[in-house]
């Protein structure tokens, strides 16, 4: 069973940068995707960004450049550059744990979810 536990969100200024980190336990599909999501109140959860098969990076057009994901052994890091106020929303880890055929972004792939962690973008 994987489990996994966001952390690092908060409350920042336009401009500035956080950095979100989950920490995975149990054993985690090497050969899938991990990603990171966000929920806006009132919006559809959205992908942005995803490492699958531990090498290949994907990012939503609205984070790319701005947005870098990595991942060590046990942990799942989004670092946020350049936050907007639209950034701000729950974001949650998601891991993959069986072969999925589909986008990285399909919510449908991930059958594993954090609890989420608040990040919030004053203008």
């Known amino acids: 069973q994987v489990q996994l536990v966001e952390s690092g969100g908060g409350s920042v200024q336009a401009g500035g940068s956080l950095r979100l980190s989950c920490l995975i336990s149990?054993?985690?599909?090497?050969?899938?995707?991990m990603a990171w999501f966000r929920q806006a109140p009132g919006k559809e959860r959205e992908g942005v960004a995803s490492?699958?098969?531990?090498?290949h990076v994907y990012y939503s057009d609205a984070v790319k450049d701005r947005f870098s994901i990595s991942r060590e052994k046990n942990t799942l890091d989004l670092q946020m550059n350049g936050l907007k106020p639209e950034d701000s929303g729950t974001y949650y880890c998601?891991?993959?744990?069986?072969?999925?055929?589909?986008?990285?972004?399909?919510?449908?792939?991930?059958?594993?979810w954090g609890q989420g962690t608040q990040v919030s973008v004053g203008t």
């Open positions: 998601a891991a993959q744990v069986v072969f999925y055929r589909g986008s990285w972004d399909d919510a449908d792939r991930y059958a594993h």
């Open positions: 149990g054993d985690t599909y090497d050969n899938g995707c």
């Open positions: 490492i699958c098969a531990l090498r």
